[in-house]
C-alpha cells in the first residue's frame, strides 16, 4: 500500500544541489517519526464530518469540528442537502488572506435563496473550555494564553474560553456586521498568513484536510478586498457535499495523525528542535500554526 | 496624483453584502491614518537598494537591507551585472512556504558560471544588534525575546544579535547544507504562515515591496520539496536587474511608510485595537508578522 504524506513537511533545504543527501537528512527527522508510527496513531476522519469541494481547479476535501461550531455546521448540512452551493463560485481571492465563496448576489435581486436553512444563527465564535482535552503545546503564543490542539484542530483559550484558531488551511464563516449574520452560505479559507485577529470575531468550523493548494493558487482578485471584478473571472464549484453523502467510490481514505498520540508529541518536538545537520540555530521554540498536523491518503 | 495603496490592508469584512457601509467604516480604522499621513512620513527607497524581477507572470519590485546582509547583497550586485539571472527560472513553489528561483542546473553539467561573483561567503545569518535603532513591537513573540521595525523591515533580536524575520513577502538566500553555501545564486520568497524556524539558518536579504502575488499565486511544484517536475512548468525570468541600472522610465514610485514615524505608531495600534464595529472582540495583541509595512505606489 502506497502512502502520500499530503501534509507538507517544511522541509528544510534551499536548494537543489543536494537532492540525494536531503533526503537521508529528512529521515533522521519528522518524516522518520511519522513513517514508524503505528496504525492506531492514524485516525480515520468520520464522512460525516467531511465536506468535499469539487470547483473548476479541482477538489478539497475540509474536517468539520462540530464539537466548536455545532449549530452552523447543521445549517450547511441544510444548505448542501439543497445543493445551495452546486453551481455558486469562488468570488474572492485576496493574497495573503482569504479564498472565500458564495453567491455573488447575496443581497441583491436574483440571490438563491437558503431553503430551510437559517439565515440568522447565534454566533459560535468560541465555545466553553469546559469538557475540551486540549493537548498542550508550549509555545508563548502571540495572541492566547494557551493554546494547543483538540482532535487535530489548532485550539486557543483564555482559561475560559476556547476557539479555533486562524491558522493557514482553517475554514471559516463569513459574515456582515451582525454577530448572527454567519450562517454558512458564505465560506472562506484562510490561505496566508494566520489572520489571528479575526480569532473570536467570526465562526470556524473546520480546515482543510486536502487540496489547498487549488485555493492557495487562484489568481489574486484586483477588486476592492480582493473580490474578483469581472464574474468570468469566478471559479465556478460544480458541488458541495458531506462525506456521508457520496458514493463510496467517490471518498478518499484519508487518514490524520491523533493530536493525542505519544507519536504527534514526537513529530512536534522534531518539529521545534531540529536535530538536521542543515541547521546552525536551531529555533527550540514554535508557534501554532507552524504546526502542520499531518495527514496522509491511503491508495 | 493619484495614490495606489499597494499593501493589502487584511479589511475585516468577510462578506459581498455591505460594501458601501464597509467603506464607511474602513475610514475610521487604519486607512484613514495613512490618508492623512504627512509626505514626510512616507520615505522613496533608494534605487540602489532596489531590484525589479521581471518573470512570465508579471513582475515583483524587492527593497534590499544592506544593513542586515552587505556581503550577499554586493555579491547578487555583481551576478545581476554579469546578467547571472537573466533566463533563468522559478523552479519551486512550495505551497505555503516558498517560491525559489536560480539555475536548475546548478552542481550539474552546463551549470552557468557566477563569473566574478564568489561562491561562497561568511553567512550573515544574524548581525550585532548594536548600532541599529529598533522601534519596538509591543508583542509577546513565540521566537525572539524582541521584535520590531528597522528601516521598513522585521526585525527580531536577543539582546545581542538582531535579524530579518521570515515573514510572509521575505526574500531570502538559498544555501546547501554548508552555512558558508548561500552566495546569492539562489533566492527565494516567504508565501505561506511565517516560517520563524529559519531565522538565523539563512542570511534574509529584503522584501517584496510589489507583485508578491504574482509569485504566490503560481502553480504549486508537484516534485519532492515543491520543486516543477518538468522544466515546462519553470517561470521564465527575463531579468533581474538593481533599480539604479534601468532607465528612468521603467522606475516605478513606490514610497514606503517610515517604522520611525508617529504615523506608522497610530497605524500599529488602529492594527492592534480594531475599533471597526464589525468586530465583537478585538485581539489588542499584534504579531510581528501581521503588521504589514504599508506601501503605495504614486502614477
Given at each position: 500500500m502506497q502512502t502520500i504524506y499530503r501534509?507538507?513537511?517544511h522541509f528544510f533545504i534551499l536548494s537543489t544541489l543536494l537532492m540525494n543527501s536531503i533526503n537521508a537528512d529528512t529521515l533522521i527527522g519528522s518524516q522518520a517519526i511519522l513513517?514508524?508510527?503505528?496504525?492506531?496513531?492514524?485516525?480515520t476522519p468520520e464522512d460525516k464530518n467531511l465536506l468535499y469541494m469539487q470547483h473548476a481547479k479541482g477538489q478539497v476535501i475540509f474536517e468539520l469540528a462540530p464539537a466548536f461550531a455545532p449549530?452552523?455546521?447543521?445549517n450547511i448540512r441544510q444548505l448542501v442537502t439543497?445543493?445551495?452551493f452546486d453551481g455558486l463560485a469562488i468570488i474572492r481571492v485576496q493574497d495573503n488572506y482569504v479564498v472565500q465563496w458564495g453567491d455573488s448576489l447575496a443581497g441583491k435581486d436574483g440571490a438563491r435563496s437558503l431553503g430551510e436553512a437559517k439565515t440568522e444563527l447565534e454566533p459560535e465564535f468560541f465555545r466553553e473550555r469546559a469538557g475540551l482535552d486540549i493537548v498542550p503545546l508550549d509555545s508563548r503564543d502571540a495572541y492566547a494564553e494557551e493554546v494547543g490542539f483538540v482532535d487535530g484542530f489548532p485550539v486557543a483559550s483564555d482559561g475560559k474560553r476556547a476557539w479555533l484558531t486562524h491558522c493557514y488551511g482553517m475554514l471559516g464563516v463569513g459574515r456582515d456586521y451582525a454577530f448572527n449574520s454567519g450562517n454558512g452560505a458564505e465560506l472562506?479559507?484562510?490561505t496566508g498568513h494566520a489572520p489571528r485577529h479575526l480569532d473570536r470575531n467570526v465562526t470556524l468550523i473546520?480546515?482543510?484536510i486536502a487540496g489547498v493548494e487549488t485555493l492557495s493558487s487562484l489568481p489574486r482578485g484586483t477588486g476592492f478586498l480582493g473580490f474578483y471584478e469581472d464574474e468570468k473571472e469566478h471559479v465556478r464549484i460544480s458541488s458541495i457535499r458531506f462525506g456521508d453523502d457520496i458514493p463510496?467510490?467517490?471518498?478518499?481514505?484519508?487518514?490524520?495523525?491523533?493530536?493525542?498520540?505519544?507519536?504527534?508529541?514526537?513529530?512536534?518536538?522534531?518539529r521545534t528542535h531540529r536535530k538536521e545537520s542543515w541547521f546552525a540555530d536551531p529555533a527550540g521554540r514554535i508557534e501554532i500554526c507552524n504546526v502542520?498536523?499531518?495527514?496522509?491518503?491511503?491508495e
Amino acid at each position: 500500500m502506497q502512502t502520500i504524506y499530503r501534509f507538507l513537511i517544511h522541509f528544510f533545504i534551499l536548494s537543489t544541489l543536494l537532492m540525494n543527501s536531503i533526503n537521508a537528512d529528512t529521515l533522521i527527522g519528522s518524516q522518520a517519526i511519522l513513517d514508524s508510527a503505528d496504525d492506531a496513531d492514524w485516525r480515520t476522519p468520520e464522512d460525516k464530518n467531511l465536506l468535499y469541494m469539487q470547483h473548476a481547479k479541482g477538489q478539497v476535501i475540509f474536517e468539520l469540528a462540530p464539537a466548536f461550531a455545532p449549530e452552523v455546521i447543521a445549517n450547511i448540512r441544510q444548505l448542501v442537502t439543497q445543493g445551495y452551493f452546486d453551481g455558486l463560485a469562488i468570488i474572492r481571492v485576496q493574497d495573503n488572506y482569504v479564498v472565500q465563496w458564495g453567491d455573488s448576489l447575496a443581497g441583491k435581486d436574483g440571490a438563491r435563496s437558503l431553503g430551510e436553512a437559517k439565515t440568522e444563527l447565534e454566533p459560535e465564535f468560541f465555545r466553553e473550555r469546559a469538557g475540551l482535552d486540549i493537548v498542550p503545546l508550549d509555545s508563548r503564543d502571540a495572541y492566547a494564553e494557551e493554546v494547543g490542539f483538540v482532535d487535530g484542530f489548532p485550539v486557543a483559550s483564555d482559561g475560559k474560553r476556547a476557539w479555533l484558531t486562524h491558522c493557514y488551511g482553517m475554514l471559516g464563516v463569513g459574515r456582515d456586521y451582525a454577530f448572527n449574520s454567519g450562517n454558512g452560505a458564505e465560506l472562506y479559507v484562510v490561505t496566508g498568513h494566520a489572520p489571528r485577529h479575526l480569532d473570536r470575531n467570526v465562526t470556524l468550523i473546520g480546515r482543510v484536510i486536502a487540496g489547498v493548494e487549488t485555493l492557495s493558487s487562484l489568481p489574486r482578485g484586483t477588486g476592492f478586498l480582493g473580490f474578483y471584478e469581472d464574474e468570468k473571472e469566478h471559479v465556478r464549484i460544480s458541488s458541495i457535499r458531506f462525506g456521508d453523502d457520496i458514493p463510496e467510490t467517490q471518498r478518499v481514505s484519508l487518514k490524520v495523525l491523533r493530536t493525542d498520540s505519544r507519536t504527534f508529541q514526537d513529530y512536534v518536538q522534531s518539529r521545534t528542535h531540529r536535530k538536521e545537520s542543515w541547521f546552525a540555530d536551531p529555533a527550540g521554540r514554535i508557534e501554532i500554526c507552524n504546526v502542520q498536523i499531518p495527514v496522509k491518503e491511503l491508495e
